[in-house]
C-alpha cells in the first residue's frame, strides 16, 4: 500500500449529492447506470457514470445521496462524458455497493474493502 501525504488527500474533492436521474447504459462494455447529481449551487450538476447494476436499478437510485469525487477531469466513456467519480465499497462478490453520507450501505460489504 502506497502512502500519501495529508495535503495529498486534501486535494481529492469528495461532495455528497443528490442523485436527480438514472437510467441505464447499454452502451458500456460492462452494465452501467447513468446518473445526474445535483452537488448544490457552488458545483451544479455533474454526470456520472456508474457499474452499480448488481444492487441497484436506475429508479432506486433517483433521489437517493451518494459521495462523490468531484474535481477528477472528466471521463469519456462510450457517447457518454462522466464528470464526477461516485464511491462505493465492493461486496463478496466484487459488485459495487454506493455509500452515502452517513455510511450507509445498502448491502453487506467485508471489513477492510477499499473504497472505489
Known sequence: ???ISFDD???????VGKVLRAETFPEARQPAIKMWIDFGDEIGERKSSAQVTAHYAPEDLVGKQVMAVVNFPPRQIGKFMSEV????LPDADGE??????????????????RMH
Open 96 to 113: 459495487i455497493v454506493l455509500i452515502g453520507p452517513d455510511g450507509e450501505v445498502t448491502a453487506e460489504v467485508p471489513t477492510g474493502g
Open 85 to 88: 467519480l461516485v464511491l462505493g
Open 1 to 3: 500500500m502506497a502512502e
Open 9 to 15: 488527500f486534501l486535494k481529492v474533492d469528495v461532495r
